[in-house]
């Protein structure tokens, strides 16, 4: 690309998007930019279509009409593996076949480099270790995934995401069933992986505070619509978390990284008659 960054760019777009299920439409006339290099998070409320949007942009879901291009070249022209070699897509519920091992799972994130004449090399052995250990699965390699925690398990398949090596990674709720420090551990690998690795990040999350400090690029979806989108700090205020997630707050700066965080208000200012009238305050 004339970018400079080769091919490699991971320069993904949407416009004119119109996505649905059947005969429900989701989104439509969505036009959709990931900065290249960015640690995009997308928030949203329950339903809004980020999981639907984050399925059209890797491919998972065809747009009714409208395209999803990614480094110049439209989404649907790529063959399977060149494009599973390209972008890395972490489902929100993802469901191993029966009775597969953690490290038979992770190696599967090696498929888009298969081919007929070249067997299992060093350097997908090399993948699949470091996806391992940069999730903490090692000490987990020859379990079952379906004997494993929600937690666990997410991790293992974020490491399968991480073998597949792609310049650009799209993860829907990586930190869903992950304890604090777990999607602390998560959302900091992801933010190396962004910095270090150079690569392009789209993460759905819930935690509106850790979009806050993770996020170089903020998308908000409200009813299948992108409402606003920037810097957490021009995006994230009161007025934006009470229209969009019906939720009266405070935003106040974080007292690690001076972004915004979300508090919310205290449910007697938020419904002081109920609290009042049913002498349940306290
Ligand atoms: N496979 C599906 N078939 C039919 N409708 C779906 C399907 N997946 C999601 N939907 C509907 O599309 C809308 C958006 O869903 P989704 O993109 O999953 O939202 P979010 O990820 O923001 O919670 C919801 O109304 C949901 O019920
Ligand atoms: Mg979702």
Not at 136 to 146: E, F, S
């Amino acid at each position: 690309m004339s970018n400079g960054h080769s091919d490699h760019s991971g320069d993904l777009s949407g416009s004119g998007l119109t996505l649905g299920y059947d005969r429900r439409i989701v989104s439509r006339d969505l036009t959709v930019s990931i900065p290249p290099g960015s640690f995009t998070v997308i928030i949203g409320p329950n339903a809004c279509g980020k999981s639907t949007l984050l399925k059209a942009l890797s491919g998972i879901v065809t747009p009714n009409d409208g395209t999803v291009v990614l480094d110049g070249k439209e989404l649907s022209r790529y063959p399977a593996k060149a494009l599973a070699r390209k972008l890395g897509l972490l489902p929100q519920s993802a469901s191993a076949p029966d009775a597969i091992t953690v490290v038979d799972l992770v190696s599967r994130g090696r498929y888009p480099y298969q081919r007929m004449l070249r067997q299992w090399s060093a350097e997908d052995e090399e993948a699949v270790t470091s996806a391992m250990a940069a999730t903490g699965v090692t000490d987990l390699a020859d379990r079952p995934v379906d004997e494993l925690s929600g937690g666990q398990r997410q991790r293992v398949w974020l490491a399968m995401v991480l073998a597949q090596q792609t310049q650009l990674l799209l993860l829907d709720e990586p930190t869903t069933f992950l304890d604090i420090a777990h999607q602390i551990d998560v959302l900091d690998l992801c933010a190396d992986l962004h910095e270090q690795g150079g690569r392009t990040l789209v993460a759905v999350l819930h935690d509106l505070n850790h979009a806050a400090r993770y996020a170089t690029h903020l998308i908000v979806m409200s009813q299948g619509a992108i409402v606003a989108e920037g810097k957490p700090a021009e995006v994230l205020t009161e007025q934006l978390v009470t229209d969009v997630f019906g939720l009266q707050c405070q935003v106040i700066d974080d007292p690690q990284t001076g972004t915004p965080m979300v508090v919310p208000a205290h449910r007697r200012s938020r419904s002081r008659e109920f609290a009042l009238g049913s002498g349940l305050a306290s």
